[in-house]
């Protein structure tokens, strides 16, 4: 058998025909395989290297032309302003009882999922215009009204009449939290802490402020406390001469009680109302509590009642603070579409 | 051959070279979060958007999208979709505690944010004004009449549109002095104070729209209050309780939650291709 025939049995059908004319590419061959095998090789040794990115970066540079000219630039609609993939748009204008209320919507840019993307939670809005800027209050939500917000500037009968303008700060960072149903956004500057109430008289009555260190330089003033067996009430205010707002969750808890023994259960408590709802008594969730500079709880019992068989031995404050401080350059929201609703009633 | 081989090795190595610099463009923050998956794709077509698109009208923080209109008797009808583009990765979903021991959870991108209550056609020779049923209604009517030609349809306004805006106000009654007003169109009013024990005053609220007193919540607002209870059978009531024989003075409470407000803001609304 002649070499020629045994070659012609043996070649597999995948071999290239060798009766057929040489390809113009064959030339190109070693170099086509080379730059593949470089390609491969250094992106092998960056992956060795435990950084994370090659997959990513190896998809954009298979195809990065075809694609970059259809992919619409990320936006937000017309008329707002963006911040952090939020876009922001003052909506309308009225006034109550000598308080402006600003409402101020919030979409997600385009190529963002509304899902994925944290509401704006800054406080620290500012109007601007008349020559003079006013701070505001608070900013007011709702989990019934998710993408609208309500800022409150205290003591502004109108809009001002010149050029006015929305400034707005970002909020320091803020995290969800996840693992609680029906929860919102928690901060994640926070602390809390608790400090022993001398005596066990009931009603109580704080005599003189009592002044908390909460930490990030932050001093709150209880400046009332009051509670009976049934209910308490509770007025702070930041002392400070800083930027920080707060909101702050303070309630009082009768030591001893509704069987200490028995540790599955909490002993009584006042604890603000807003985490009461929604129940079959009041239906409808309470709003998220704004950040703040000053603020006011209303205690209600939680636990077994207060009586002969089922009293404290001692009495402990509870208190957890959440605060937030502007960062990062002003943004200005034009407010020159904005619908005003004027003075109400 | 010795030549091609030099040049396979140069070419090796430039390639080596290359390979370690694309993958390094990926190396900061910020080229991560860059807009790279996305250009992987082939294809010829446009990523998914979620407004800014042809044919979405922006409202508030609300994309409207009209579908086509079709008539029904003598009436035209306008489907639409309302999509909720209110970023809400860290909103709660709404719990609401309904009657009869039921609840009800409501996703947040579920919620309704705005309500188109008005509409307007317009004619080649009419204005005919339309309606929606109510805030989850998706489709718009106009009592058209017999015979009504779609082709005649110039153009679809909004006049207004209501929106779904937080409120939290803190008020004051007294007698003399029963209501207050708390945000457009909703009125808070002093009904009645029963003077026992534990105190029971009765704030009653009204609004000019009735859907969306489920949406409230009033308690009493300073030292000395106890519950606050809203009334069943669905009237919008609440019995606050005073901790004393009688009632403060004055009244102090606190109304929040939501309501809707009107935006006299007209829109054209953007039908779709050929309508």
Known sequence: MSDTIWEELVRSPLDPDPNAPPSRLAPLAPFLLAGIAGLLIGLFLLGNSGESTVATTLETAVSPTTAALVEPAPEVPAGYTEVDGVGLQPMLAYSREGNLYIAVSETTRSDLEPGEVPAFHSSDWVLSGDGVEIAASRAIASYLAPGVRVIEFPNVAALPMSVPELIVRRGSEMVVRTSCQGCGAVSADASSGEISLDGLDRPFLLEEPLLIDVGSAITLSVDHLEFTDEWGYVEWHIIDENEARVRADISDVFDGTDEPDFKKLFPTQLIPDFMWDPGMQNPTMSNPQPFTRRGWLVLDRIGEIINDQNSPTSLTLNWAVEWQYPIGEEIMLPLDSITDLGELG | ?275
């Open chain 2, 1 to 275: 051959m010795v030549r091609q081989a030099a040049v396979a090795v140069i070419v090796f190595a430039i390639a080596s070279v290359a390979g370690v610099l694309i993958a390094r463009t990926g190396d900061s923050a910020d080229a991560i979060t860059s807009t790279t998956i996305p250009l992987a794709s082939t294809s010829t077509t446009a990523p998914q958007v979620i407004f800014a698109a042809e044919g979405e009208t922006i409202l508030g923080p609300a994309a409207l999208v009209a579908g086509e209109p079709y008539l029904e008797g003598t009436q035209l009808v306008i489907p639409f979709d309302v999509a909720n583009l209110a970023p809400t990765a860290d909103a709660a979903d709404v719990f609401t505690f309904l009657q009869f021991g039921n609840s009800l959870i409501t996703p947040p991108e579920d919620i309704d944010a705005v309500y188109l209550d008005r509409w307007l056609l317009h004619t080649t020779n009419d204005e005919i004004p339309g309606s929606t049923a109510n805030p989850s209604a998706r489709a718009a009517r106009f009592e058209v009449g017999e015979g009504f030609d779609i082709a005649s349809i110039e153009a679809v306004t909004l006049p207004s549109y209501s929106l779904f805006i937080p409120v939290e106000s803190e008020i004051s009654l007294s007698v003399g002095n029963e209501s207050a007003t708390i945000s457009p169109g909703l009125t808070i009013r002093l009904l009645a104070v029963t003077e026992q024990a534990n105190t029971i005053i009765q704030i009653e609220a009204r609004s000019e729209r009735d859907f969306n007193l489920g949406n409230l919540r009033i308690s009493g607002a300073g030292p000395g209050w106890l519950s606050a209870v809203k009334e069943a059978e669905g009237r919008p009531r609440w019995n606050l309780t005073y901790d004393a024989e009688t009632a403060p003075s004055p009244i102090t409470a606190l109304v929040e939650g939501a309501v809707w407000v009107t935006v006299d803001r007209p829109i054209e609304v953007v039908l779709p291709e050929g309508s």
